[in-house]
């Protein structure tokens, strides 16, 4: 014991070094979490602008072939598949204002499972509309447009208000049937740079809607997925369980009209892999070239060591332990610098209609996390391996020959 307190004496690094190998293993760490998180962000917001609000996939329901207590069946059996996060469902109508024609989609504003709740909450002013109608009145209710659109009728009706007071009517008539007219009161406006969302989707309550359209069920089942890629396989896999419902399912597969979005993702999956390799073996490296110098200058002090008795386990241990230490310390400073860039990026990178330019994880308690932590690691290691074999190889009598 006393040797190795001596030898952890003559090994141990100078205050300059130690710093700068910390403050690099740091920044690498940092680097390589906010990849993670960035990736995973701009993964996401591609994904939700390529569906252009709709679900991965998205189902027709023939209102004439399921009952509300087959559909209840069919959800249960639905999500046994592994694949599938959650399972939604809207009722939609073709209506028309002047002459452009408008989607009114139905849709439950308390799911929070549902995609249309993060677009709808993500960025807005007002109030969600209600289930009720407004004053009573048949065919009047309450909905949430698209800033855009409310820009368009706020000129077309010389409307005086903002989006902080909202008190604004307009006539939408039915597309199957001109003499019917719906009057729709703006509650909230939503903020959306998916211009096909934000000019043409205007949002009620589903069951003011589905009495409204006289159904029993919504129109339109949506299913999210874990992995939005394996929408294709997934509908393979459902197509035998739904043909035992109702012939010739009809569904919408959100990856066939974004092929081009697709090869981006995977492009962007290849390159971010590629990034962190590069991050990861170059702090290794550079690990490894600082290390072999400091052990090539404290060759002498080696042999001193191992003359007076200090057994290959003990300089062995006094390595792992310095690097151990260096390695966790840097590591978990990394973490917590990334996650604050993680923070001050999530905060400072919004679209002109403050929608976010990428959503951030900004909970540290993640999968990246842990990963980070595992692969950073790892490497460390790796670089002191070669170090450690010399020092291994390290005898009196090669220091003697070589001095």
């Known amino acids: 014991m006393f040797s190795f307190k001596i030898g952890y004496r003559f090994l141990t690094y100078n205050l300059r070094r130690f710093l700068g190998l910390f403050f690099t293993i740091m920044l690498g760490t940092a680097i390589f979490y906010f990849i993670f998180i960035a990736a995973k962000g701009f993964e996401d917001k591609v994904y939700d602008y390529a569906s252009l609000g709709e679900a991965n996939i998205t189902l027709l329901l023939p209102p004439d072939k399921i009952t509300p207590e087959n559909l209840k069946k069919l959800e249960a ?225 080696i042999g001193i060591l191992k003359a007076i008795g200090i057994t290959k386990r003990e300089t062995n241990f006094i390595f792992i332990i310095q690097i151990a230490f260096l390695s966790l310390l840097s590591i978990l400073a990394g973490l917590l610098f990334g996650y604050g860039l993680t923070v001050i990026f999530d905060r400072l990178a919004v679209t002109g209609s403050k929608d976010k330019l990428i959503w951030l994880n900004i909970n540290i308690n993640n999968k990246y996390t842990l990963l980070t932590f595992l692969v950073m690691l790892t490497f460390n290691l790796l670089g002191a391996l070669i170090p450690l074999l010399r020092v291994n190889n390290l005898t009196v009598v090669k220091i003697i020959k070589n001095k």
């Open 77 to 301: 059996e639905l999500l046994e598949n592994k694949e599938i996060k959650s399972i939604y469902y809207s009722t939609r109508v073709n209506v028309s204002h002047g002459s452009s024609t408008f989607v009114l989609k139905g849709i439950d504003f308390n799911n929070q499972n549902s995609h249309y709740y993060k677009l709808l909450n993500r960025s807005h002013q007002g109030e969600d509309p209600t289930n009720t109608l407004v004053n009573d009145e048949a065919n009047h209710f309450e909905v949430a447009i698209g800033h855009r659109l409310f820009g368009k009728l706020k000129r077309a009706y010389h409307y005086q208000g903002d989006f902080k007071s909202l008190d604004f009517n307009f006539p939408l008539k039915l597309a199957e049937n001109k003499e019917i007219i719906i009057n729709a009161s703006v509650k909230k406006i939503y903020y959306s740079d998916i211009v096909f969302f934000s000019e043409n989707h205007i949002f009620v309550d589903y069951q003011l809607l589905q009495e409204f359209s006289g159904l029993d069920t919504p129109t339109h089942l949506e299913i999210s997925l874990k992995s939005p890629l394996s929408s294709n396989a997934v509908i393979k896999e459902l197509t035998p369980l739904l043909e035992s419902y109702f012939d010739n399912p009809l569904f919408f597969d959100w990856a066939l009209d974004n092929d081009d979005i697709i090869n981006i993702v995977y492009v962007e999956k290849i390159a971010v892999v590629i990034i962190q390799i590069i991050t990861a073996f170059a702090i290794a490296i550079g690990l490894m070239n600082v290390l072999s110098l400091h052990v090539k200058e404290k060759t002498q002090q």
